[in-house]
Nanobody, 117 residues
């Protein structure tokens, strides 16, 4: 069973920065795709950013130019650098990993990000 553990969330003022980490219990290069998602109460979980096995990244429009996903294969860790944070970025952030061979999505437990105005 793969475990994903997020860390790095917290309280920050608008305009500030945070870096989230997602540590995996196995080699992350084995995943076809890894992603960052967020959810606020009463709303659906939304995809924020993703990074493919080849290293290419993609983002939802609302975070383009502010957030950057990256990974360190040697540390089996994916990151989300979040800059110029806004109150509307407040959410629980989750990381995910997709294994196409097993057709399985793995999820972390989430980390809270709160941006004060």
């Amino acid at each position: 069973q793969v475990q994903l553990v997020e860390s790095g969330g917290g309280l920050v003022q608008a305009g500030g920065s945070l870096r989230l980490s997602c540590a995996a219990s196995r080699n992350i290069f084995s995943f076809n795709n890894m992603g960052w998602h967020r959810q606020v109460p009463g709303k659906q979980r939304e995809l924020v950013a993703g990074i493919r096995r080849d290293g290419t990244t993609y983002y939802t429009d609302s975070v383009k130019g502010r957030f950057a996903a990256s990974r360190d294969n040697a540390k089996n860790t994916m990151y989300l650098q979040m800059n110029s944070l806004k109150p509307e970025d407040t959410a629980v952030y989750y990381c995910s990993a997709f294994d196409s061979a097993l057709r399985t999505d793995y999820w972390g437990q989430g980390t809270q990000v709160t941006v004060s105005s």
